[in-house]
């Protein structure tokens, strides 16, 4: 999942970004309101945690303006101000969850998790397919019932492919999906991952074929027997 976040308070952005990194995200920073516009249309986010006092203006400006042009993305807004009515306007202006300052990193952690699974409502928070499977409350992926030693980014990847199976995903899809806006585009971090899972679906004793390479176009999550795309 690609996350965007619209902080200007330096310690804080970086204890965002490290934080969730760490648990797997892709997280972009923006330090203003004219970053975080030109940032999320130029990308697909999957959730925007969101500042209200910015230097070039109220957060509540980028949100209406995302609402205005479709953009349905969830939002968990953060400020200092507690007060009722400042939080019931950043509800009314579109916002989806609201965080006042200081908070914890687990509690935000907690709701943007909660606002992901949200989203995605008909999806159930257990994932399966050909043996493989993904807990997606607890993160624990199994393959044939044995858990997978996987990597923060390693287990990102494979919520992506099972939250889209049969589907061949290209390297740029997953590229804005699973990592952040430092991703270099030459490199071969997506190749190498694929084989990483694959080995370590096989050691557990499941079918490491069920992700297949499509030539020229990227990889599916499918179960032997099925044709490839």
Not at 35 to 53: I, N, P, R, T
Not at 67 to 75: D, Q
Not at 196 to 224: F, H, S, W
Request: hydrophobic share 40%.
């Amino acid at each position: 999942m690609r996350l965007l976040i619209v902080e200007d308070e330096p310690s804080l952005a970086r204890h965002l970004l490290r934080g969730l990194r760490e648990e797997g995200y892709a997280a972009d920073l923006a330090e203003t309101l004219a970053e975080a516009s030109e940032l999320s249309f130029a990308s697909d986010y999957d959730l925007a945690v969101l500042d209200l006092m910015l230097p070039d203006g109220n957060g509540l400006d980028l949100l209406r303006e995302w609402r205005e042009n479709g953009r349905h993305l969830p939002v968990l807004v953060l400020t200092a101000r507690d007060a009722v009515e400042d939080k019931v306007s950043g509800l009314d202006r579109g916002a989806d969850d609201y965080l006042t300052k200081p908070f914890r990193f687990e509690e935000l952690l907690a709701r943007v998790r909660t606002l992901l699974r949200r989203r995605e409502s008909k999806i159930a928070s257990r994932l399966e397919l050909g043996g493989l499977s993904l807990d997606r409350d607890a993160m624990v992926a199994e393959a044939n019932g044995q858990r997978l030693a996987l990597t923060a980014k390693e287990l990102a990847l494979l919520e992506y492919f099972l939250l889209h199976p049969r589907r061949v995903l290209s390297r740029s899809i997953i590229a804005e999906h699973v990592w952040d806006e430092g991703w270099d585009a030459d490199s071969n971090v997506i190749d190498v991952l694929v084989g990483r899972l694959r080995k370590k679906i096989r050691a557990a004793g499941g079918d490491g074929d069920l992700l297949r390479t499509v030539k020229g176009l990227g990889y599916v999550l499918r179960e032997t027997g099925e044709e490839d795309p």
